[in-house]
């Protein structure tokens, strides 16, 4: 509404549905990681959820890239869990590890 869109447009531009979006403003839902960048664009940056720490770091960034955990486990060359866990604050991860996951999420930017 700050922005003067509607839902309907607002879907237009993220290409989804306006119901979609309703379930996101009520919070019944979130966003998919591929729908951020585009909320953002539309929107302005600074939307991205954020937490503490390391997990809510590694998160923020994975979704201001559009990037699901499985994408960015692959883009940085480590198992699937690992993210999860370094998203949930599962663990210490090593310093190899989390500077992969680092590395991926910044080349991640330019891809």
Excluded: F, Y
């Excluded at 600074?46 to 955990?69: E, H, I, N, S």
């Amino acid at each position: 509404m700050d922005r003067g869109l509607t839902q309907r447009t607002l879907a237009e531009r993220l290409g989804c549905w306006p119901e979609t979006v309703a379930a996101w403003e009520r919070d019944e839902s979130e966003p998919l990681a591929r729908r951020w960048p585009a909320i953002e664009a539309v929107l302005g940056t600074g939307l991205v959820p954020k937490r503490d720490g390391l997990p809510g770091w590694a998160r923020a960034a994975r979704l201001r890239l559009g990037l699901t955990q499985e994408a960015l486990a692959k883009l940085a060359g480590v198992d699937l869990r690992t993210v999860r866990n370094v998203e949930r604050g599962i663990g210490v991860p090593r310093p190899r590890t989390l500077a992969r996951i680092a590395g991926a999420l910044e080349d991640g930017s330019e891809g």
